[in-house]
């Protein structure tokens, strides 16, 4: 602890050099600065954000998280900026009643009856650590305001609240119910920047990065700097990685066309082969079987011509033998 105040006195004080607080714009007139460093964080200074962003909207003034104002163990610690020139380090700002205080004393804001009602559980809402306990305090809030379809009719801006809230609350565990209350609260306050941030994480939740982006760089444009610009970044390095997924997926495909191609005309080929093999001995088959027939054809002819040519003979010698006969009868006649 010694170590950790030593090196926070050595950082430079927060009247000296209010430029090491960031800002996402230039400094408003009014602007409250909240630390966050370690320690108060740890007292809770994150959400004590969340609580003055709500009671300060529409008011012009800034609320921003700031580095460490050098009163560690004293936080949450809080300074007011006005037209750049730093006031006190509020110290301790952590029960409700010493924000309060403090807008009043230090801002100017004072907290109406509803208003103030509201807030009230609002702050409880965000110390919460029980989803339950916080859904209960959620329908107190609405019902405090009338119900939820009176308080966006006549309670707006915290009809606009407790919807990105109870968005911000579920977006982890129910996403399409934190996307519903989102994109209604953007209908409610279309220029308010929170809004649309929801709708970017729970786009993000879904798996919808170019919603998500979208809606983000929406919050940009309405003035949040902080919260949609890491949503912002994620959703461009989740769509390049898609990109890529979808790129290397397209490539495999490519490649398993291709093979697929490359395997039909390799069987188309085989198929080829086999059929101009079976043509070729189909061919031959065909050339011999004629060759055959040719050669039975000339035999027969050759064996008919044979037979013509022994018949001939065979009619010559019958011929020789009816001469020499008929002379032998003749000469036996002459002699008698």
């Not at 430029?19 to 714009?25: C, N």
């Not at 949450?76 to 006190?88: D, L, M």
């Not at 929801?198 to 919260?227: N, Y």
């Amino acid at each position: 602890l010694k170590h950790f105040l030593k090196r926070c006195q050595l950082l430079p004080k927060v009247h000296e050099n209010p430029f090491l607080y960031r800002s996402p714009a230039p400094m408003a007139e009014r602007q409250v600065q909240i630390c966050t460093s370690t320690d108060c964080r740890s007292k809770g200074s994150q959400a004590l954000i969340k609580d003055l962003e709500d009671l300060c909207a529409e008011t012009g003034i800034d609320v921003v998280p700031s580095v460490c104002q050098n009163h560690c163990g004293k936080g949450p610690n809080v300074t007011i900026f006005t037209k750049g020139k730093a006031g006190k380090v509020n110290e301790g700002i952590g029960p409700f009643k010493a924000i309060e205080k403090l807008l009043k004393a230090e801002v100017g804001i004072e907290l109406k009856s509803l208003q103030k009602q509201v807030a009230e559980i609002k702050y409880e809402i965000r110390r919460s650590k029980d989803s339950g306990d916080k859904a209960a305090k959620l329908a107190k809030a609405f019902k405090v305001l009338g119900g939820e379809e009176k308080a966006v009719v006549q309670e707006p801006r915290q009809a606009f609240q407790l919807l990105v809230m109870r968005a911000r609350d579920v977006v982890g565990s129910n996403p399409n119910a934190a996307l519903k209350d989102a994109q209604q609260a953007t209908e409610i306050c279309p220029d308010a920047a929170q809004g649309f941030v929801m709708v970017a994480s729970a786009f993000e939740k879904l798996g919808k990065w170019e919603e998500s982006l979208k809606a983000a760089e929406q919050a940009i444009e309405k003035g949040d700097a902080r919260d949609a610009t890491g949503i912002l970044k994620r959703m461009k390095d989740k769509m390049k990685e898609q990109a890529a997924k979808q790129a290397a997926a397209e490539a495999e495909e490519k490649a398993k066309q291709k093979a697929f191609e490359d395997e039909e005309r390799r069987e188309e080929a085989e198929k080829k082969k086999r059929r101009d093999a079976a043509k070729k001995k189909l061919e031959v088959a065909e050339a011999a079987k004629k060759l055959e027939v040719e050669a039975q054809k000339k035999a027969k002819e050759e064996a008919k011509k044979l037979a013509a040519e022994q018949e001939a003979q065979r009619k010559a010698e019958e011929a020789a033998e009816a001469e020499a006969e008929a002379r032998k009868l003749a000469e036996e006649e002459e002699m008698q």
